[in-house]
């Protein structure tokens, strides 16, 4: 067993999560151990008491507690299986030696969780190549959502990425098809959000409630959010193909917003009422017929700085087969609309 002993977050380390700088230094301790010790103030950042979600950063001192001697060899790394690992190097899109872009297929999540074991962060040691480690995370999308995801090759990278990620230096549209055709077509929501309890042991259906703006600030646990959205298509009035801007980046931020506004996304069955058929009226994520139940949800285009030479790149990414058979039988193909229709140099209207 150890003693008490204060270690200070290098200079060359990038900003992360608590748990994760923790287990690089003590690959021996468990994550369960890890958020034991902080739950019971063991571990401390700069003196204060912190989660296990906690970001640190170079130059701050991290408090460890006694630990366990390292008597046992380190676990072995969990195998990809081939099929997985076909999965994701299937999905790549573009590599360099600092970043990977990825078009996630939906229902995969991006990260582990009660009851999932298989995810897109157990699948990069598939993606490592000549790299001394497998890629890193830089942000995150829903399960049942597809399109863009960017990894991290070097920690250099992961420490730019993030921060551009949290500091809006990005630039994300998101392709939908929602039921109705809102009004005005071209708009902005501003609707906080904040969290509702589940039901259930584990929280089970916990989900995100819209807020009106002016009660934000007097709703405990409430954050402001804005969604910028144009409409690209429509179909009578039974749906609609948007393109959603998240200026902020809240939990189901798109998915709540456009069903507060009486359009929610198709196959939505968490915010848009899964078994109502939708009659026109924008109420209800069920088209029926040729259209599938799944989530029609893509993060189409991401626009970012690459980390090591400063170019401004932009990727897009196909639709998943559910929703490109949505769009065909819509009738709509990529060609009818511009990457960005909130570019004023596009000379574009709804």
């Given at each position: 067993?150890?003693?008490?002993?204060?270690?200070?977050?290098?200079?060359?380390?990038?900003?992360?999560?608590?748990?994760?700088?923790?287990?690089?230094?003590?690959?021996?301790?468990?994550?369960?151990?890890?958020?034991?010790?902080?739950?019971?103030?063991?571990?401390?950042?700069?003196?204060?008491?912190?989660?296990?979600?906690?970001?640190?950063?170079?130059?701050?001192?991290?408090?460890?507690?006694?630990?366990?001697?390292?008597?046992?060899?380190?676990?072995?790394?969990?195998?990809?299986?081939?099929?997985?690992?076909?999965?994701?190097?299937?999905?790549?899109?573009?590599?360099?030696?600092?970043?990977?872009?990825?078009?996630?297929?939906?229902?995969?999540?991006?990260?582990?969780?009660?009851?999932?074991?298989?995810?897109?962060?157990?699948?990069?040691?598939?993606?490592?190549?000549?790299?001394?480690?497998?890629?890193?995370?830089?942000?995150?999308?829903?399960?049942?959502?597809?399109?863009?995801?960017?990894?991290?090759?070097?920690?250099?990278?992961?420490?730019?990425?993030?921060?551009?990620?949290?500091?809006?230096?990005?630039?994300?549209?998101?392709?939908?098809?929602?039921?109705?055709?809102?009004?005005?077509?071209?708009?902005?929501?501003?609707?906080?959000?904040?969290?509702?309890?589940?039901?259930?042991?584990?929280?089970?259906?916990?989900?995100?409630?819209?807020?009106?703006?002016?009660?934000?600030?007097?709703?405990?646990?409430?954050?402001?959010?804005?969604?910028?959205?144009?409409?690209?298509?429509?179909?009578?009035?039974?749906?609609?193909?948007?393109?959603?801007?998240?200026i902020t980046g809240r939990t189901h931020q798109l998915r709540a917003h456009m069903a507060e506004m009486g359009h929610p996304i198709v196959g939505d069955g968490k915010y848009g009422g899964s078994g109502q058929d939708n009659l026109g009226?924008?109420?209800?994520?069920?088209?029926?017929?040729?259209?599938?139940?799944?989530?029609?949800?893509?993060?189409?285009?991401?626009?970012?700085?690459?980390?090591?030479?400063?170019?401004?790149?932009?990727?897009?990414?196909?639709?998943?087969?559910?929703?490109?058979?949505?769009?065909?039988?819509?009738?709509?193909?990529?060609?009818?609309?511009?990457?960005?229709?909130?570019?004023?140099?596009?000379?574009?209207?709804?």
């Amino acid at each position: 067993m150890s003693r008490v002993q204060t270690l200070e977050v290098a200079e060359t380390e990038p900003e992360q999560r608590l748990d994760r700088w923790f287990k690089r230094q003590f690959p021996h301790i468990a994550q369960g151990q890890i958020e034991k010790m902080c739950r019971k103030g063991e571990i401390r950042v700069d003196g204060g008491r912190v989660k296990s979600s906690t970001r640190v950063g170079p130059g701050q001192s991290v408090r460890i507690p006694p630990l366990p001697d390292n008597s046992a060899p380190p676990p072995k790394r969990a195998r990809v299986s081939d099929k997985d690992a076909k999965l994701i190097r299937d999905a790549v899109l573009y590599q360099d030696d600092a970043i990977i872009v990825l078009n996630k297929p939906p229902g995969l999540p991006v990260q582990g969780g009660s009851g999932l074991s298989r995810h897109v962060d157990g699948m990069l040691p598939a993606l490592q190549g000549d790299q001394p480690e497998p890629p890193r995370l830089t942000h995150r999308i829903d399960k049942d959502t597809s399109g863009l995801l960017i990894l991290a090759r070097t920690r250099a990278a992961a420490s730019h990425l993030t921060a551009a990620f949290r500091h809006k230096n990005t630039r994300k549209i998101y392709w939908a098809l929602v039921a109705g055709v809102p009004y005005p077509k071209i708009g902005t929501i501003k609707y906080g959000l904040v969290k509702a309890p589940g039901h259930g042991r584990k929280g089970e259906g916990e989900k995100m409630h819209c807020i009106h703006p002016d009660e934000v600030r007097a709703t405990k646990g409430a954050k402001r959010a804005q969604t910028d959205y144009a409409t690209l298509c429509f179909l009578g009035q039974r749906a609609a193909w948007m393109a959603l801007v998240p200026i902020t980046g809240r939990t189901h931020q798109l998915r709540a917003h456009m069903a507060e506004m009486g359009h929610p996304i198709v196959g939505d069955g968490k915010y848009g009422g899964s078994g109502q058929d939708n009659l026109g009226d924008g109420w209800g994520a069920e088209l029926g017929g040729e259209i599938s139940k799944k989530l029609h949800l893509h993060a189409r285009l991401l626009t970012i700085e690459h980390p090591t030479t400063g170019e401004e790149m932009t990727f897009t990414a196909p639709l998943p087969e559910h929703m490109q058979k949505s769009w065909d039988f819509m009738g709509w193909t990529e060609q009818d609309v511009p990457n960005d229709p909130f570019d004023k140099d596009e000379q574009w209207q709804s």
